[in-house]
């Protein structure tokens, strides 16, 4: 099976359920209250499927295109734009009829719904394999810095100590906001401690600039093992060896042999003539040499690294699994919650991406460690998003509903009728800019 179809059928699979999830929160707090739903649809466009129960009221469909879903419920303005509904007389079945507080709690059920599914997949999945992560005060080599890092003042071999705000514990996005965030990062470097002023300005999309990442575990090149016949056992590499250059390339750790394969991977895909033959300096006993190593149409020579950081996994019981769960989808959301700011800058505009970003997110090879923990954190970007004060979304009808329940005014049925229309060409708009941005990055 291919890459593509992998990760197409993993992000369909996840926005299912994300969308089932989320419409079944409004449907089950609409149903509390007594307010009829008169469609549950997964997707839009024209029904493929389409099933209603005999004795039921409400009719569920899926729709042509795989994006989104929505609930239509009796007396409210909504994706449907059923507004020949809203002329009738108001019925006791109706949204409109509900009590504002009644109203606000099924347009925010989605939203809860979502936040409730990240912290259950969150607790499953420590459930389920534990927590694995490398302490950063255990780090052998200490850390790998770009160059962006050295001119800073962060050297090869520092070990990450902590903030002038907070300590450090394992290498994930926490980590790295920290560092961002950060006035000073204090590191252990020969034994002694040494705290590192930041620059002002320096933010997370600094920190992603460029091809090398910004700090990553020193992962020197040494070879563990070589697959038999492969490239590098036919040219009398062995178990020891330490790679320190390949094509005249700097290529003595894990991060910079790798930005090497990639640079030939690219002009490869360029049209450039590129020889799979590659000249490898490397170090035996404390002696240098020089050889040529054949690799296969993906430049691999064949060998496997010694892995000098090992991982300390944390295992959970069920019950204890929970609360984990519920502290580890929380901090996700206060992580992603501080990263939104940077959406309004000129580089997270222009770092929006649409289902082909999304699809990148997923691995190459169907992993449902991989899926489960990326579809938790959909889940809360959805979330999020739902909530924001557009016209069209979730927290669009809520900021109308806390007018309504401050003034005592209720806007008119064609106010809502227009901001749902001007509500739902932002939403295109914004999908239509996020999918070109995929475009432009493939193309590029």
């Known amino acids: 099976m291919s890459v593509f179809l992998i990760r197409l059928l993993q992000v369909i699979l996840s926005l299912t359920i994300l969308v089932v999830i989320h419409e079944l929160g409004h449907f089950l707090f609409a149903r509390l209250f007594g307010v009829r739903v008169e469609r549950f649809s997964l997707f839009f466009g024209k029904p493929l499927l389409r099933y209603k129960p005999k004795r039921g009221e409400t009719e569920f469909v899926v729709g042509w295109l795989p994006f989104g879903g929505y609930v239509e419920i009796a007396g ?3 994706e449907s734009l059923n507004v020949e509904q809203m002329k009738q007389p108001p019925q006791p079945w109706e949204f409109r009829t509900k009590p504002a507080w009644q109203r606000m709690l099924i347009m925010i059920g989605g939203v809860c719904f979502n936040l409730l599914l990240a912290f259950f997949v969150y607790a499953m999945v420590l459930f389920k394999w534990g927590d694995s992560y490398i302490p950063l005060d255990n780090s052998k080599y200490g850390m790998e810095f770009n160059e962006r890092a050295e001119l800073i ?4 071999g520092d070990v990450l100590l902590r903030t002038d705000k907070t300590a450090f514990t394992r290498y994930d996005g926490d980590m790295l906001r920290a560092i961002a965030d950060a006035d000073a990062v204090t590191v252990l470097r020969g034994g002694d401690e040494v705290v590192i002023a930041m620059p002002k300005e320096f933010g997370l999309f600094d920190l992603q600039k460029d091809v090398q990442p910004f700090v990553q575990f020193y992962n020197p090149m040494t070879i563990d093992s070589v697959i038999p016949e492969s490239g590098a056992a036919l040219a009398g590499l062995v178990s020891g060896d330490r790679i320190l250059s390949v094509n005249g390339a700097s290529a003595d750790t894990w991060v910079t042999f790798s930005t090497v394969l990639k640079q030939l991977r690219q002009q490869e895909d360029g049209g450039a003539i590129v020889n799979h033959d590659l000249n490898v300096v490397y170090s035996r006993a404390g002696i240098h040499d020089t050889i040529v190593v ?12 010694e892995q000098p950081y090992m991982p300390v996994t944390k295992d959970y019981g069920f019950f204890s699994s929970i609360p984990a769960g519920i502290a580890y989808g929380w901090n996700t959301l206060k992580g992603y919650v501080s990263d939104f700011k940077y959406v309004f800058t000129k580089e997270g505009a222009s770092s929006l991406g649409g289902f082909g970003t999304i699809g990148s997110l997923f ?5 449902w460690y991989s ?3 990326m579809t938790a954190f959909i889940s809360i970007i959805l979330a999020v ?4 004060p557009i016209p069209a979304l979730d927290g669009g009808h809520l900021m109308f509903l806390l007018f309504e ?6 806007p008119s049925d064609k106010f809502m009728e227009r901001v749902q229309i001007i509500g739902m060409v932002i939403l295109f708009g914004l999908m239509i800019y996020a999918n070109f941005n995929d475009i432009v990055r493939f193309l590029l």
């Open 385 to 388: 998003m739902n909530i924001l």
């Open 76 to 78: 409210m303005i909504d």
């Open 294 to 305: 054949s690799t296969d149409a993906n430049f691999m020579m064949g060998i496997t690294l």
């Open 363 to 367: 691995p190459a090879q169907w992993d």
């Open 405 to 410: 329940m401050i003034t005592g005014r209720k």
């Open 153 to 156: 003042g962060f050297c090869d």
């Open 371 to 373: 899926f489960w923990m």
